[in-house]
């Protein structure tokens, strides 16, 4: 699509886009911790993303529209105190629900955990569907997945670089990530992906570290960060550790 979006949403050079994971609770609640989330995330980071971790799918490709009611409040109420550029991930990979709670309420990018590729147990996004749903949204970017964690792909030897090439029509930055959340983006797909895709933007999807932002930044054009910015991992009740935030985040204000 168009690369330009993706840096006029995000100005400074290999930005870090930071998950605000809302789990299944009650819906003030869910509030509350998106908001904690987001206070403590914004001092540092180049955006955020608001996602419904592990509740309310309604099939392998859909959220319920009940998810969707709940996420839109969530949304507005970090779009109201936020400063950064705020993204919506509605889980299982909902790109009409995302596209339509990013619209209503002014966010800026939407995330998808697969834009191309045929995967066991859930119906491949259709390309045409999903460029008529953006044409409706033309000033919000997508960030999109391809060979994503926790998917069974039906041919395991599809190319990634012919995934990256496919998705490049669909999406204004690729997201490359490991086989599962928290997992270490290889470095090889990266490579793969940036040589197949030229100026294209190519996002980390998963796994980002201060030990190994060097060596995967210099070859992505940024990265989304969840795990690595809470000491127990992605789970109900684990608050974002601040400190965990500040010494990724000075590696990679070492590496600008």
Not at 9 to 14: N, P, T
Not at 121 to 140: E, F, M, T, W
Request: include cysteine.
């Amino acid at each position: 699509m168009n690369k330009m979006l993706f840096k006029k949403i995000f100005k400074k050079e290999k930005p870090i886009i930071a998950m605000i994971h809302v789990f299944k609770q009650e819906e003030n609640r869910q509030i509350a911790q998106a908001l904690e989330d987001l206070k403590k995330l914004e001092p540092y980071v180049e955006g955020v993303i608001v996602e419904n971790y592990g509740w309310g799918y309604l099939d392998a490709n859909t959220a319920t529209e009940e998810t969707a009611k709940a996420l839109l409040k969530i949304t507005e109420a970090v779009m109201k105190k936020a400063k950064i550029p705020v993204g919506i991930n509605v889980l299982p990979n909902d790109y009409e629900k995302a596209f339509r709670i990013a619209g209503l309420t002014g966010a800026n990018f939407v995330q998808l955990d697969h834009v191309t590729g045929e995967f066991v147990g859930c119906r491949s996004v259709n390309q045409r569907d999903l460029l008529a749903v953006r044409k409706h949204y033309p000033k919000i970017a997508l960030l999109g997945g391809i060979h994503p964690k926790y998917y069974e792909l039906v041919d395991p030897n599809t190319p990634i670089s012919e995934s990256a090439m496919k998705a490049m029509a669909l999406t204004d930055a690729i997201v490359v990530t490991g086989e599962y959340t928290g997992g270490e983006t290889r470095l090889e797909d990266l490579r793969i992906v940036k040589q197949a895709v030229g100026k294209h933007p190519v996002i980390i999807g998963s796994g980002l570290t201060s030990t190994n932002a060097s060596s995967q930044l210099l070859i992505a054009n940024g990265a989304i960060a969840g795990t690595a910015f809470k000491k127990k991992g992605v789970c109900p009740n684990e608050p974002i550790d601040q400190d965990m935030v500040k010494n990724l985040m000075n590696e990679i204000y070492k590496l600008r």
